[in-house]
């Protein structure tokens, strides 16, 4: 039907499936919410234009998709909670709305950081009387800059590799950090997947076996994880 899917719908309707028990529909309602047309403003009739999937508008929100997953996985239902996965963090407008969201504004500072770097180094060439304020002001602007830019890599390698939030779903290796980070809430939905399908007790992990668990091992596989990596597992440090 032509009715429009605003956010507060769709979280209206998520709640409401979850507390039915009834979630085998939410993924999907995230495809309709992430595919059909939107409505033009101010067309009598009303007239749709297409909507892209993988725009960042189309993304699913993040409390959203954790009612549906913690739905899923209270289903008992694993295909039911993959679907959910791809249909929410997996979808490429899940990312890009994380990118607009919180890697947009830390790279706009710093783009204009060399400015601002550049104007207070001509400052403080002011304060000084043993160089012309030229040389000064060059010399304080390499220097601030390189600390900047430092502490600045530094802070993301240690964003990009942190691990301490990992339990059964790890990385593969040779991810690149960028889309480590892009995924990582794709990555904490697995793990949630695995633990609540796994053995709870930690030295019985890796013991587990069945079409299912296999099949969910391939999953993480084929998507750039491992699942139980074998070095990270308790007692084999």
């Not at 204009?112 to 602007?141: E, I, K, N, R, W």
């Not at 299912?212 to 308790?234: S, T």
């Amino acid at each position: 039907p032509p009715v429009f899917v605003t956010p507060a719908i769709l979280e209206a309707y998520t709640t409401t499936q979850s507390l039915l028990v009834r979630p085998s529909t939410l993924p999907e309602a995230f495809t309709l919410y992430a595919s059909k047309p939107v409505p033009k403003p101010s067309t009598s009739p009303v007239t749709y234009k297409p909507q892209s999937p993988s725009a960042a508008s189309a993304a699913i929100p993040t409390p959203v998709a954790d009612v549906a997953l913690n739905a899923a996985i209270a289903s008992k239902s694993l295909p039911l909670a993959l679907d959910v996965i791809e249909t929410t963090y997996r979808a490429p407008a899940f990312r890009r709305a994380k990118f607009l969201r919180r890697a947009l504004p830390p790279l706009t500072g710093a783009a204009l950081a060399p400015l601002a770097v550049y104007t207070l180094a001509g400052q403080l060439a002011q304060y000084q009387s043993t160089m012309d304020p030229g040389t000064a002001t060059a010399m304080a602007f390499a220097g601030m800059l390189t600390y900047v830019a430092a502490t600045a890599t530094i802070g993301v390698v240690a964003v990009t590799t942190a691990n301490d939030q990992m339990d059964r779903v790890t990385w593969a290796m040779g991810m690149p950090l960028r889309e480590r980070w892009l995924r990582e809430e794709e990555r904490g939905a697995v793990d949630r997947v695995a633990g609540a399908w796994g053995f709870k007790e930690p030295w019985r992990r890796g013991e587990e076996e069945g079409e299912e668990w296999e099949g969910l091992r391939e999953w993480v596989g084929v998507r750039g994880m491992v699942l139980d990596k074998v070095a990270l597992m308790e007692g084999m440090e």
